[in-house]
């Protein structure tokens, strides 16, 4: 329950007022409801002469309607008890307005409260709490658990509070007219509950196995998309079509089951249901008939049978309602726990200019998930401003990390990296990572525009620099190709370009940044030979006093460099410029001599 308790207060921050005035609305539109049924005893009595015999509420009313003059009043004068229940469905109708406008106003905003706290939270998690959390449970606590306690918040609540109100009214009514009569008529409830609270744990569970296959269908439908080019490009229509079946067959039949039991337990609650308003009405005619001291009038015997209605349905549903509380229960724990994730602080740091100095001393480094396997061992070196590094190795020797740990994605825990002198880990993230700009080798692109997507690294760019970094990445012409040029949409993860016209716009992402650090990580792997050697040349006119770090596998892309380090198994095995690797005659050499025939 603490978790419930936290996670309402974030979803109705702001709304608590509201919130709590839309239940005030509903305790008052009961009590009309309790007010227009109870008048039906009146009239009742009152075609039947039997007002005399009024109990103490029945005598209030029959004096507030009659202006204090007596039940022969009404006799007289039928028509006022009639005015009274138009009066009474007037005023209740306008209270349920007031009251669905309140719990509409509630409703759309709670889960816009917390899928905001939840989005800026998870954008300020550490890059490193990505590699341990699955995108698509993320995804499920923003969308389907957020959704399922704003339901319970909004209509579960709701429909508890109805059954609490209707409850303490219609059952303070009948004990004040008769008791015997008010235990009769509930004395099928208990089985009821003990009945609901059994098979419900059978719902319960068959909807949970119902949104597992659901989740798999969609996961499925996911993987297609985001494959849309494999699955074309091999033929994989007809075989991921049939799969896709079995996964529709498997989500009916789980769905069926599921309503199947949930349509057993409603179909069957019935007869405790129905048991109770037959025991009522056989109970409540003996009494009428009875002249003895219990006996009781017909109006009596209609508002009896009338609240003991009013009140069994709302119970009934009460058992689904506790049911998912369970699950809200569940939602509210994950969400949670997400909400606990530690943040980072990327304003707390230095911010001073960085020109482009940067040094690797005696770095070792593990990933969290794997602390006993070192991805980096021992590894130094220096880059002066204005220079280019080229790091090459297999993969998995540690070239990316280099570049994750220069942008401050992962803590250092054992060595130094600085830049300008200082270290990394005292600047401040935001200004570091405004100041080390990195292009990966699947550059991620936003569905907007080409335009949008080049000027995210400075938003404040005009139409000329973004075309001029179009040009530095050589991927102007291409962009003036399409039919709406810049305003080209790029489509979901960029699926309408090419994966060189995407790594080039990456590229021109990164040099609008105007960053004094500048990180290729394989990023011109998609382009051919001609292109890399024509926009590495345009970035070595337009950076010249920009710091350059080029992961690579060519041996063309890295020859130019400064410096070239050879990465194997987190160590630097050879170092030095291309005429000094070549003398080696080692892994450089190698490389070398292999691209070369295959060019």
Not at 433 to 453: C, G, I, M
Request: aromatic share 10%; hydrophobic share 45%; with cysteine.
């Amino acid at each position: 329950m603490k978790e419930l308790l936290g996670t309402s207060k974030i979803m109705l921050k702001g709304m608590k007022g509201i919130y709590i005035l839309s239940f005030v609305f509903q305790f008052f539109w009961v009590a009309c409801s309790v007010f227009s049924s109870f008048l039906l005893k009146v009239v009742v009595d009152a075609l039947t002469a039997s007002l005399d015999k009024a109990a103490y509420i029945e005598s209030w009313i029959v004096n507030l309607l009659s202006w204090g003059k007596g039940s022969q009043y009404l006799y007289d004068h039928i028509e006022v008890i009639v005015y009274a229940l138009l009066l009474s469905a007037l005023i209740s109708g306008l209270v349920m307005f007031g009251r669905f406008r309140l719990r509409a106003a509630v409703s759309t905003r709670v889960a816009a409260n917390m899928r905001e706290k939840l989005y800026n939270h998870m954008l300020e998690l550490p890059y490193s709490e990505y590699k341990t959390q699955k995108a698509g449970d993320l995804i499920q606590t923003c969308t389907r658990d957020v959704d399922l306690v704003r339901r319970f918040l909004t209509m579960d609540m709701s429909q508890l509070t109805y059954t609490l109100f209707i409850i303490i009214l219609c059952f303070s009514i009948l004990v004040s007219i008769s008791w015997k009569l008010t235990l009769v008529s509930l004395s099928m409830f208990p089985f009821l509950f003990v009945y609901a609270f059994f098979l419900i744990k059978g719902v319960r569970k068959r909807y949970r196995i119902t949104d597992e296959v659901e989740a798999d269908l969609v996961d499925k439908m996911s993987q297609n998309l985001d494959g849309v080019r494999l699955v074309k490009a091999y033929n994989l229509e007809t075989k991921e079509i049939a799969e896709f079946e079995k996964k529709i067959e498997a989500y009916k039949q789980a769905f069926k089951h599921e309503k199947i039991l949930g349509s057993f337990f409603y179909g069957s609650s019935d007869i405790f249901i129905f048991a109770s308003r037959t025991v009522a009405l056989v109970y409540g005619l003996y009494l009428v008939i009875d002249q003895g001291p219990d006996h009781i009038t017909a109006g009596t015997l209609v508002i009896s049978y009338t609240f003991v209605n009013m009140m069994v349905w709302p119970l009934r549903s009460t058992a689904t309602t506790m049911s998912n509380l369970g699950q809200t229960l569940a939602s509210c724990d994950r969400i949670q726990k997400l909400l606990a994730l530690e943040v980072e602080d990327r304003d707390k740091g230095i911010t001073t200019p960085i020109e482009g100095d940067v040094s690797f001393s005696h770095v070792f480094f593990a990933y969290p998930d794997e602390p006993d396997i070192p991805v980096l061992n021992d590894v130094s070196f220096e880059i002066k401003k204005g220079q280019t590094i080229a790091i090459m190795g297999a993969t998995g020797s540690g070239k990316s990390t280099l570049s994750n740990l220069l942008c401050g994605l992962y803590p250092l825990k054992e060595g130094s990296i600085k830049i300008d002198g200082i270290e990394v880990k005292d600047y401040s993230l935001a200004h570091l990572r405004k100041n080390v700009a990195a292009v990966l080798q699947e550059p991620f692109l936003f569905s907007k525009t080409v335009y949008d997507n080049i000027k995210i690294a400075y938003e404040d760019a005009t139409p000329e620099e973004v075309a001029y970094a179009a040009n530095v990445a050589n991927v102007d012409e291409a962009i003036n190709s399409f039919r709406d040029g810049y305003q080209t949409p790029v489509g979901e993860k960029g699926v309408t370009l090419s994966g060189g016209q995407k790594q080039r716009l990456a590229i021109a992402r990164t040099v609008i940044s105007k960053a004094p650090i500048l990180i290729f990580d394989d990023s011109l792997s998609a382009v051919d030979s001609a292109t890399d050697l024509a926009i590495r040349a345009k970035l070595k006119a337009a950076q010249k006093t920009s710091t350059v770090i080029l992961i690579t596998h060519r041996y063309m892309s890295a020859k130019d460099a400064d410096l070239i380090l050879v990465l194997e198994e987190g160590r630097i095995v050879e170092r030095g410029n291309n005429e000094e690797l070549l003398k080696l005659n080692g892994i450089y050499k190698k490389i070398a001599d292999i691209q070369a025939r295959l060019s």
